[in-house]
């Protein structure tokens, strides 16, 4: 199963991502994001732990990623994987621990301005979960 | 097709009649061949902003519109400020990103040979801020002066002179900014951010004077035919795209958003408790912008007092900065009467015509400076405010071309060499932050700016002064 997927915006980044769970795709949406960054090897020399709630399942994956704008423009932080998640789904909480580098040593794609609600959405298909979210850079 | 729904009124003027929930029609202010290639998207844009509480006259469409989030971008409504609403999506993420114009006493001749060695020098001392920080330091009590206190505060401290203060819209300081209304996270995001051109459509330009078309306005600028002149556009950096998704978030939490056509259309009336809040840290994002050219500003002045030591009388001044994501209270006539509203601009310039308190006094007969960007590598243009803009448009005018090629479209297609090597060729010299960078912000993934100034300037929602060739760009 592919995790994410660049569509055509004309002025910013759009994207899906998929996931079998609903845990999945919240991780997938994050690995999309860390390709927007930066598409090559990050080193693991720093990890931060990331604790979010949200008030529905489209606001939590908004304050989700936005942790990582918050830790990119405040730590100069370049996150790059999920060392571990937790998707508390009944109360919306996410808990997860990520890895990466520092940006100066890497020559970093793109700068994000914040996360939207444009188009955004996250629904199951069938047997699995889709989501769509449109960057502002 | 929304589209189809278009009505001619007349030249470059169209209707997009009112329907379902909209309180008043669009206004599409477009030319026939740009109509043919209008995103339906962004026409849906015009509906929504048209459903708001308190919309007045009709939900605008700017020569220069594409898709944005809540509002297109190029999209200009006012509110009644009894029954009106603020919205952050009709301000926009990077709040106040904004152009400054500089003027020199150099002359194209002066400059040319020595391109490569400006694009060098400036690149190294702007820095974009990408993830490397500023080489300005500030501590979080002082940050708190810059967004309260704005340009002023920032030239006591040396940086600027106090006649730059002048030249700049609002006085380079938006009255009722609270530092207390912006978040922790929001000071934490900006507070190594001053100083920094930021990346996106973000840049610094070397450019001259190539073309006068206004003789008279021209020379209250104090523009003149082959004059260098520096563009800086750039905005509030993290602290202002935090501030705007710090209020979606609690304005979903006090009013909800079910019964809003766009989520990023999220609002509160403009005299409850978080319409005023979210307007006093809009207010200090602002001036974090305009302290943000300043500081650039200054180091503009050095770096180019070292490239050209033999130019002892080397002056650089302010022509004008002018706030492209804005929410702003101004009077205009509606129905006859002068009313105050709450104008927001989502990519829009303000225009306001001669005799305007609000305008420089050295400009005040004239109108405003209305400075329009192109795209890296081709033409900006200075134009003047008119009174048909405070009876058309509420006081405004497109900002920039408008793209209408995707980033990753534009990245397939493009390729950044060629374009660095294209543009050397044309005698433009250009130092970016990445290859990726030249690509999505090519001139060919944006509109003509040619055209979108022809039609502000045929409808007389500004007027056309200069037109400015860029030498040297560095981009974020």
New interface residues.
């Given amino acids: 199963m592919k995790k994410f997927q660049?569509l055509?915006?004309?002025?910013?980044?759009k994207f899906r991502a998929f996931g079998k769970t609903l845990s999945d795709l919240y991780k997938n949406n994050a690995l999309a994001l860390f390709e927007v960054f930066y598409d090559k090897n990050v080193k693991g020399k720093e990890n931060y732990n990331i604790n979010v709630k949200g008030?529905d399942y489209?606001?939590l994956l908004?304050?989700f990623l936005?942790e990582f704008?918050?830790l990119?423009?405040?730590k100069?932080f370049?996150p790059s994987k999920i060392i571990s998640f937790k998707l508390d789904e009944k109360k919306l909480k996410i808990t997860a621990e990520v890895s990466g580098d520092?940006?100066?040593n890497y020559?970093?794609?793109?700068?994000v301005?914040?996360?939207?609600?444009?188009e955004?959405f996250i629904k199951k298909q069938r047997s699995s979960w889709i989501s769509q979210v449109?960057l502002?850079? | 097709m929304i589209k189809e729904k278009l009505k001619k009124i007349e030249e470059n003027v169209y209707e997009l009649p009112k329907e379902e929930n909209m309180l008043v029609p669009g206004r599409i202010f477009f030319s026939k061949k740009m109509i043919e290639t209008i995103?339906e998207d962004s026409l849906k844009q015009v509906q929504n902003v048209a459903k708001l509480p308190g919309i007045l006259k009709y939900s605008i469409g700017l020569p220069d519109m594409?898709?944005?989030?809540?509002f297109p971008?190029g999209g200009v409504a006012a509110f009644d400020l009894d029954q009106g609403v603020i919205t952050p999506g009709g301000v926009?993420?990077?709040i106040d990103c904004s152009v400054r114009l500089l003027k020199t006493n150099l002359k194209k001749e002066d400059i040319t040979k020595d391109n490569e060695k400006i694009a060098k020098a400036l690149f190294k001392k702007i820095p974009s801020g990408?993830?490397?920080?500023s080489r300005f330091n500030i501590s979080r009590q002082e940050l708190k002066k810059v967004l309260e206190k704005g340009v002023n505060y920032i030239i006591e401290k040396g940086y600027g002179k106090k006649e730059d203060l002048l030249y700049l819209e609002e006085g380079g300081c938006i009255p009722g900014a609270e530092a207390s209304k912006v978040s922790s996270?929001a000071i934490?995001?900006?507070?190594?951010?001053l100083g920094t051109l930021?990346?996106?459509n973000h840049f610094l330009e070397v450019g001259y004077v190539e073309e006068i078309y206004n003789k008279e306005v021209a020379s209250v600028f104090g523009l003149e035919k082959n004059q260098v002149t520096i563009l800086i556009h750039c905005g509030s950096?993290?602290l202002g795209?935090?501030i705007?998704?710090d209020y979606?978030?609690l304005m979903?939490?006090e009013y909800g958003f079910k019964n809003l056509p766009?989520?990023?259309l999220i609002n509160a009336p403009i005299k409850s408790r978080l319409g005023r809040d979210y307007y006093s840290a809009m207010a200090a994002a602002a001036n974090f912008a305009f302290v943000n050219k300043q500081i650039i500003t200054h180091w503009i002045r050095e770096e180019m007092k070292e490239l050209f030591p033999e130019k002892k009388d080397l002056e650089i001044k302010v022509v004008y900065e002018v706030c492209h994501n804005i929410a702003k209270f101004e009077k205009y006539n509606i129905d006859g009467k002068e009313k105050t509203v709450c104008v927001h601009r989502k990519g829009a310039t303000r225009s306001l015509g001669p005799g305007r308190i609000e305008i420089p006094e050295a400009y005040r007969a004239v109108g405003q400076p209305v400075l329009i960007p192109g795209t890296m590598g081709t033409a900006s243009y200075v134009l003047v405010g008119t009174k048909k803009a405070e009876e058309l448009t509420f006081g405004s005018t497109v900002h920039g071309a408008g793209?209408?090629?995707?980033?990753?479209?534009a990245l397939r297609n493009i390729r950044g060499e060629k374009i660095k090597k294209d543009l050397k060729n044309k005698g433009i010299e250009i130092e970016a932050?990445?290859w990726?960078?030249f690509s999505e912000e090519s001139p060919n993934a944006y509109k003509d700016i040619d055209e979108v100034v022809k039609v502000v300037d045929e409808l007389g929602i500004s007027k056309k002064v200069a037109k400015l060739i860029p030498l040297v760009v560095i981009k974020?």
């Fill in positions: 660049f055509e915006h004309t002025a910013d980044i008030k489209e606001s908004y304050n936005e704008l918050f990119f423009d405040s100069n370049l520092q940006i100066k020559n970093v794609n793109t700068h301005k914040a996360v939207t609600y444009n955004m449109v502002d850079i | 995103e594409h898709v944005g989030y809540g971008i926009g993420y990077d990408l993830g490397k920080g996270k934490k995001r900006g507070i190594g951010q930021g990346s996106g950096r993290g795209h935090q705007a998704s979606i978030k979903e939490e766009d989520r990023e793209r209408v090629m995707s980033r990753s479209s932050g990445s990726k960078s974020g």
